[in-house]
């Protein structure tokens, strides 16, 4: 199982990035995934997750400005962010777990990490 991401960047206060999550060693739509977000200092934050046909989660400082989304064909896993704030400005990594049907934005569900892209948003 590997997982590799993309699509970071510095933008400033109110713009938007895309990050990519490609997916590689397993059928990622049979698997919960999820973006997760660590800025320095802090505890890892679970931003959002995604699980086949059901509703995604997401965390309430972002709710209405990120979209997690997944290609099955392609492999890969999305998250849309608008409006970016300055305190978004973090280290994103995505994750997946192999054993848990349902979205989880909770670090201990998931056992497969990728390496992170940084997001960096300026004021």
């Known amino acids: 199982v590997h997982l590799v991401e993309s699509g970071g960047g510095s933008v400033q206060t109110g713009g938007s990035l895309r990050l990519s999550c490609a997916v590689s060693g397993y059928a990622s739509s049979t698997y919960s995934m999820a973006w997760f977000r660590q800025a320095p200092g802090k505890e890892r934050e679970g931003v959002a997750s995604i699980y086949s046909e059901l509703r995604p989660r997401y965390a309430d400082s972002v709710k209405g400005r990120f979209t997690i989304s997944q290609d099955s064909a392609k492999k890969t896993l999305y998250l849309q962010m608008n409006s970016l704030k300055p305190e978004d400005t973090a280290t994103y990594l995505c994750?997946?777990?192999?054993?848990?049907?349902?979205?989880?934005?909770?670090?201990?569900?998931?056992?497969?990490w990728g390496q992170g892209t940084q997001v960096t948003v300026s004021s």
């Open positions: 994750a997946a777990s192999p054993s848990l049907w349902a979205p989880s934005i909770r670090g201990a569900d998931f056992a497969y």
